[in-house]
């Protein structure tokens, strides 16, 4: 039977482990603070699927061993929380809270929540860096480059689609139809999702055809996994814009549920999980663990109506 609960609990203590080893250069230097931080961004809850799926691309192949893919997993989870700390801040989101507890720029402030930011992005490339040689190390780099573009730019369409700015003031609305929400939930998850899949397969030495596969296969699952996290963030996404203009209600809100409706999302998120079926079950070797990663993804999602 497949734990995806063990793999978390020995992916955080290996992320806890890793972070727990900079302390005390950070603390001869006066900056403590820095890692406190960043360990309250990566420890403090989360469902993993980034790194459960580059296990899960790893395992497709009985050829590599869990403490071989521990460090890379734990560098697309990094990633994935260094977006969090920025997303938070007074300049994006102003989050106060996130999964239960204060967010990091509030407990540690905004100037160690963007030190922590940025050391969590530089880390990530140094456990690669550190665990992984050859054309290996070189094609795991590219992808997470690739991704971190993608990431960039998602970011910053989500600040102009809640721009704080009146609706009447609006001169160039950037989402507009379906494929524009693809192409959005595409760079804002699509991308680590790729990144995470296509690490654990480049990892054991995959064969293009199977990165085509995996690439196709990982941003479908992203794509639906943003929609659903946009039905879920709607009235968040009211609160985030109307902030940004002081409270007044007449704010720009131009996310893919607002423009297309929840039900257009809907039809986005059903249409990604059915490729998302289609390719998964085209996978050849051991899927199980894949499979796992989906199943739970999904009962997860039934919780959001």
Known sequence: MIDLDMTRTKLDNYMNAYLTSKEAMYSRRGGSEVIEAAKHAVLTGGHRWRPLITFGSAYLRNTILEHEVLPIAASIELIHASTLVLDDMPFFDNEKIRRGMETVHVKYHEDTAMLAQNGLLEWSTDLINENVEGEKKTKIFRVRSEAVDHLLAGQSLDSKILSGQPIGKIKQRFINSEQDAIRFYADKAGSLFVAAAL???YLRGASESEITHLRE???ALGIAYQ???DIKDKNKDIAVARRRLGGRKDAAI???ASVLGIGGVRRIRKRY?????SLLESLSG???YLKAVVEEMR???A???
């Open 299 to 301: 009962k997860e999602s």
């Open 303 to 305: 919780k959001i109506h």
């Open 273 to 277: 999980e059915n490729i998302v079926d």
């Open 199 to 201: 690490a654990g397969a």
């Open 286 to 288: 051991d899927k199980g």
């Open 227 to 229: 929609a659903i996290d």
């Open 217 to 219: 296969f990982s941003n």
């Open 254 to 256: 131009m996310t893919p």
